[in-house]
């Protein structure tokens, strides 16, 4: 059976026209499946042969909620959805000023090995289908009441590592006659997979694109990322200097301050030199600590300093703001823990 909520309207048209049915159900078909209907029954204005016919070829993709964890102190949410082969993944809804945001995660499970992220313990398990992404969305906004207007891919997984799932789910995700998000309030975050930065610059899609940095020279990056003994600064930088310049979107950069690691004042002053003279900006995470890794964060004069240095070398920096500090809301956590508990 053919997973419907992986087609866009045009194709679910087709498939229609196949089965001797006129085009324009297929936007009503589409709108429904947005809605978040879990059976053709549930499609009130299509007549029961129709849904009948429907239901023997297309199916459906469903998430089960295991687990949902609001904070105390911001509102934030994050869900433990289970997946139909019964694999997990986490959604993050967080509640900003200029609208709600969903953190999606984009495979089951990682392989690029960052020494301090709790998604990649145990490796990657698989890609997430582009009905499964939506689906992060599309049930995150019906079981929270919040209507969903960003959405950030900085869940579990490296989206460019699953790269057409992740291209698809935007199509659908962005469909006018479905969630209909804006792709300019889209970010889609990396750990620095250069050829598929090319390949998304050619998609000239107006994202905003993330660079996961975290380290402002090879020897370090390679320590705590091995993407990088493969793609080292010099052939990543250049690639953000072209994304840059072509979209003319800001890139925005993330850096974990791991205390005593990439905290020093040379490490800002090698940061700032790095990025000069780009359209960029540098986003401070203040870092999560795992209990699986040994890292600590700054000390909060540390990231003062940090900010002081870049902003003297007129570098573009913020501290992100730490939501659902008390429910373990960085990537992966709640995955891992449900993996131990089994
Ligand atoms: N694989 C992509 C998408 C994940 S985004 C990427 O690497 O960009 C998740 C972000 O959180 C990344 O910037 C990641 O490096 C960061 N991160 C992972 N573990 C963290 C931790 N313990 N504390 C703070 N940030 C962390």
């Excluded at 102190?73 to 993944?89: E, F, H, M, P, R």
């Amino acid at each position: 059976m053919r997973d419907i909520k992986a087609m866009l309207p045009e194709e679910i048209a087709a498939a229609l026209a196949e089965m001797g049915q006129p085009k324009y159900r297929a936007k009503q078909i589409f709108q429904w499946l947005a809605r978040g209907v879990t059976s053709f029954d549930e499609m009130t204005n299509l007549s029961k042969d129709l849904r009948a016919a429907l239901s023997e070829r297309f199916s459906i993709s469903r998430l089960e909620m295991l687990r949902k964890q609001v904070s105390a102190i911001d509102g934030t949410i994050k869900y433990l959805w289970q997946l139909s082969d019964g694999n997990a993944v986490e959604t993050v809804v967080m509640h900003y000023k200029h609208g709600n945001t969903v953190c999606i995660s984009s495979q089951v499970g990682c392989r690029q090995g960052c020494a301090f992220c709790a998604s990649t313990i145990g490796g990657l398990i698989r890609n997430l289908e582009p009905s499964e992404m939506l689906d992060e969305v599309l049930y995150s906004e019906r079981e929270s009441g919040s209507k969903i207007s960003n959405i950030v891919l900085m869940g579990i997984g490296e989206p460019l590592d699953n790269f057409d799932n992740v291209m698809r789910f935007l199509e659908l995700v962005t469909c006018e006659n479905g969630l209909n998000i804006s792709m300019r309030n889209i970010s889609l975050s990396t750990c620095g997979i250069v050829p598929g930065i090319y390949k998304l610059l050619d998609k000239r899609l107006q994202l905003t694109l993330s660079i996961s940095l975290h380290a402002p020279y090879d020897e370090l990056r390679s320590k705590i990322m091995p993407i990088n003994r493969r793609y080292s600064l010099d052939e990543l930088m250049p690639a953000c200097r072209e994304y840059a310049k072509v979209t003319s979107r800001r890139i925005s950069f993330e850096y974990a301050m791991l205390g005593g690691v990439n905290d020093s004042d040379e490490c800002a002053l090698k940061l700032a030199a790095l990025l000069k003279g780009m359209l960029c900006h540098v986003n401070l995470i203040p870092v999560n600590e795992v209990a699986e890794s040994p890292y600590k964060p700054s000390t909060p004069e540390r990231i003062e300093r940090f900010i002081s240095i870049l902003e003297k070398k007129s570098i573009n920096v913020t501290v992100r703001r730490k939501l659902g500090s008390d429910i373990d809301a960085s990537c992966g956590q709640l995955r891992l823990r449900k993996i131990k508990e089994q």
